[in-house]
């Protein structure tokens, strides 16, 4: 167990130091400080966000199994990902060009938005098992005991079990395009053969 903790506070470390201090995470800050501003944020993102609905949902949660939900994920998280997308660091061939033109305030406005909405969750809660076990010893540290991460780090209950396969899966084999993410090296620590169970169990999860 000790063991096991020392390797991921390792992790988290390196994690910690990529951390970028960004001038748009400081103009997020102050949005999210102002209760009006928050407010105004969350009407332009509606506006903004016509033209992803078709794929993550109007109201950020996923029409389709291989897209992630966007609702109530954090927002910091939102924004860092649109920023990858659109430096082409985080590849999508969707999501590259789409996120390249929007303006700075845009992204914020767009994460705020998502970030704000509940998320509706219709897959079945697996109750216990092998997923929960291998959550619990390895994923809960960063994502929470309820999967619901924090700050840059991704909430993960609820999201599509083929997206959480697909990820997963990505990551294990080293094809990610995310590849400076602790998850390359924490997934090693799961045999291949357990994903789907873990994905299922992080699908269910409320
Ligand atoms: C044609 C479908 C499609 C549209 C339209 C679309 N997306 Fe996406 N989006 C995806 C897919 C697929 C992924 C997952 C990419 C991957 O596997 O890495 C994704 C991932 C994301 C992520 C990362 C989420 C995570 O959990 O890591 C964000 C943020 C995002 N999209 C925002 C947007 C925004 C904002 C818009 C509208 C401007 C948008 N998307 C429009 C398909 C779409
Ligand atoms: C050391 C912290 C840490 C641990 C432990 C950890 N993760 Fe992650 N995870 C992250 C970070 C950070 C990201 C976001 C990608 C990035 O920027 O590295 C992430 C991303 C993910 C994603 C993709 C989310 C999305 O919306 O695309 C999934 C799924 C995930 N983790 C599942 C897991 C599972 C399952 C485990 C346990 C086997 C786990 N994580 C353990 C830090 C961690």
């Excluded at 800050?29 to 993102?45: F, H, K, L, P, T």
């Excluded at 078709?54 to 994920?73: F, I, M, T």
């Excluded at 590259?96 to 994460?111: C, Q, T, Y």
């Amino acid at each position: 167990m000790l063991k096991q903790l020392g390797f991921l506070l390792l992790l988290g470390a390196g994690f910690a130091q990529a951390v970028e201090t960004d001038g748009i995470y400081a103009k997020l800050e102050m949005v999210q400080s102002s209760q009006v501003d928050y407010q105004i944020a969350i009407e332009e993102g509606k506006t903004r966000s016509l033209m992803c609905g078709y794929c993550h949902g109007k109201d950020g949660n996923s029409l389709k199994p291989d897209v992630p939900n966007l609702a109530g994920q954090n927002t910091k998280y939102l924004l860092k990902q649109i920023d990858l997308f659109a430096n082409g660091v985080r590849k999508n061939y969707v999501m590259e060009r789409l996120v390249k033109g929007i303006s700075d305030e845009d992204r914020i406005n767009l994460a705020v938005y998502f970030g704000a909405q509940p998320v509706v969750n219709a897959q079945p809660q697996v109750e216990g098992g092998k997923g929960k076990t291998i959550y619990q010893s390895y994923c809960f540290a960063c994502h929470g005991e309820n999967g619901l991460g924090g700050d840059e780090l991704p909430r993960v209950a609820g999201q599509p079990k083929e997206y959480l396969l697909k990820t997963l899966t990505a990551f294990k084999q080293g094809q990610s395009s995310r590849k400076n993410s602790p998850m390359v090296g924490i997934i090693q620590k799961v045999d291949a053969a357990d994903i789907p169970a873990l994905a299922a169990y992080i699908a269910g999860m409320r």
